[in-house]
């Protein structure tokens, strides 16, 4: 019997409000939006390290003590190359250091000595080793490959933290501060990952689309499975949090002795009028600050097709008549039909 009659209820609500919709009412609904102040960014995120590696002599590769995928430590050995002529050349040397020791000839000795270190740098630039801790991205290279001076072969990362710079237009720098909160959005990634805003330079550059910006430096620490170096994203500084706004077409407010108000529309199609504060939201919008709490159905105050037209006198409505009247009777030309 209670689900009966509420049915009834929401059937005579529904038709008192098509009622007052066909009698050509317009109404507005009082809505909850949420404004976000943020700067919007793109970019490709980096690994907080990157080292090339890569070959300083050339060589055959005599070792491969690391594989693509492994973690490495810093001053781990990954690749060697063959250092059998420097290896030679050291022994011999130390040979000589002997003998001249023995003799005592202290002048030649100190040489020896300095040829000795120039000997050893020869030796480490005949490995390739990992310069921080961190993970091989990629490595291509087996023993027995013959490589020259400064050929690429793979790629030390560390991922710790992800960085990226980032545009931002020059009307937004004033609203940068650092450790702002910055939400990135990856395509490979379902979930927003939060990061925040490390720093930006006090001066601006110019792009080759002719607009001035300042790169800002943003960073992730708290990097999730799944997301990599060189990875894409969108996303956005927030200057503030996020704000939940009651938001209504400016028509539906009306204005009473200085005070605004809005006529509610209740399910029996009466309306209840009732006292607001409203403030400016965008052009056509205002946010109620007061007297409403949102889902409200409210009577138009006054129509947008005649927000803006200018009220003319008596006078002027009969001049602006007579000119559309002769305007008519021109564009009609001598088929039109015979004047009044």
Same mark, same amino acid.
Do not use: C, H
């Given at each position: 019997?209670?689900?009966?009659?509420?049915?009834?209820?929401?059937?005579?609500?529904?038709a008192?409000m098509?009622?007052?919709?066909a009698?050509?009412?317009?109404?507005?609904?009082?809505?909850?939006?949420t404004?976000?102040?943020?700067?919007?960014?793109?970019?490709?995120?980096a690994?907080?390290?990157?080292?090339?590696?890569k070959?300083?002599?050339?060589?055959?590769?005599?070792g491969?003590y690391k594989n693509?995928?492994?973690?490495?430590?810093?001053?781990?050995?990954?690749?060697q190359?063959?250092?059998?002529?420097?290896?030679?050349?050291?022994a011999?040397?130390?040979y000589?250091?002997?003998?001249?020791?023995?003799?005592q000839?202290?002048? #030649?000795?100190?040489?020896?000595?300095?040829q000795?270190?120039?000997?050893?740098?020869?030796?480490?630039?005949?490995k390739?080793?990992?310069?921080?801790?961190?993970?091989?991205?990629?490595?291509?290279?087996?023993?027995?490959?013959?490589?020259?001076? #400064?050929d690429?072969?793979?790629?030390?990362v560390?991922t710790?933290?992800?960085?990226?710079?980032?545009?931002?237009?020059e009307t937004?720098?004033?609203?940068?501060?650092?450790?702002q909160?910055?939400?990135f959005?990856?395509?490979?990634?379902?979930?927003?990952?939060?990061?925040?805003?490390?720093?930006?330079?006090?001066?601006?550059?110019?792009?080759?689309?002719?607009?001035?910006?300042?790169?800002?430096?943003?960073?992730?620490d708290?990097?999730p499975?799944g997301?990599?170096?060189n990875?894409?994203?969108?996303?956005?500084?927030?200057?503030t949090?996020?704000?939940?706004k009651?938001?209504?077409e400016r028509?539906?407010?009306?204005r009473e #002795?200085?005070?605004?108000?809005a006529?509610?529309?209740?399910?029996?199609?009466?309306?209840?009028?009732?006292?607001?504060?409203?403030?400016?939201?965008?052009?056509?919008?205002?946010?109620?600050?007061?007297?409403?709490t949102?889902?409200?159905?409210l009577?138009?105050?006054s129509?947008?097709?005649?927000?803006?037209?200018?009220?003319i006198?008596?006078?002027?409505?009969?001049?602006?008549?007579?000119?559309?009247?002769q305007q008519?009777?021109?564009?009609?030309?001598?088929?039109?039909?015979p004047?009044?």
């Open positions: 019997m209670g689900a009966a009659f509420l049915v009834l209820i929401l059937r005579l609500s529904r008192a098509e009622k007052s919709a009698a050509g009412q317009e109404t507005y609904v009082v809505r909850t939006e404004y976000e102040n943020a700067i919007q960014i793109a970019g490709t995120v690994a907080a390290k990157s080292q090339t590696l070959s300083l002599n050339d060589g055959t590769v005599v491969v693509e995928g492994d973690v490495v430590k810093k001053g781990d050995l990954i690749v190359l063959d250092d059998t002529e420097q290896q030679y050349n050291l011999n040397l130390d000589e250091i002997s003998v001249a020791r023995q003799n000839t202290s002048g #030649k000795l100190k040489l020896m000595q300095t000795r270190i120039s000997l050893l740098r020869k030796i480490e630039d005949r390739i080793v990992a310069t921080f801790d961190g993970v091989i991205a990629a490595l291509d290279v087996d023993p027995g490959d013959y490589l020259e001076a #400064k690429e072969i793979g790629t030390l560390n710790d933290y992800l960085t990226a710079d980032v545009e931002v237009a937004d720098v004033a609203k940068l501060k650092v450790g909160k910055v939400d959005t990856f395509p490979a990634y379902d979930d927003t990952v939060e990061g925040y805003l490390v720093s930006y330079p006090a001066i601006g550059e110019v792009t080759s689309r002719g607009a001035t910006v300042v790169n800002a430096t943003v960073r992730i708290n990097v499975d997301i990599l170096p990875f894409s994203f969108t996303g956005k500084i927030q200057i949090e996020p704000e939940q009651l938001v209504v028509y539906a407010i009306g #002795k200085g005070m605004a108000f006529e509610i529309i209740g399910r029996d199609g009466k309306t209840t009028k009732v006292e607001v504060t409203v403030e400016p939201y965008g052009l056509n919008y205002v946010n109620i600050l007061s007297g409403l949102g889902g409200e159905m009577k138009a105050q129509s947008a097709g005649e927000s803006g037209r200018m009220r006198s008596k006078k002027g409505e009969k001049a602006q008549k007579k000119n559309n009247n008519q009777g021109g564009m009609m030309g001598a088929g039109g039909p004047p009044f």
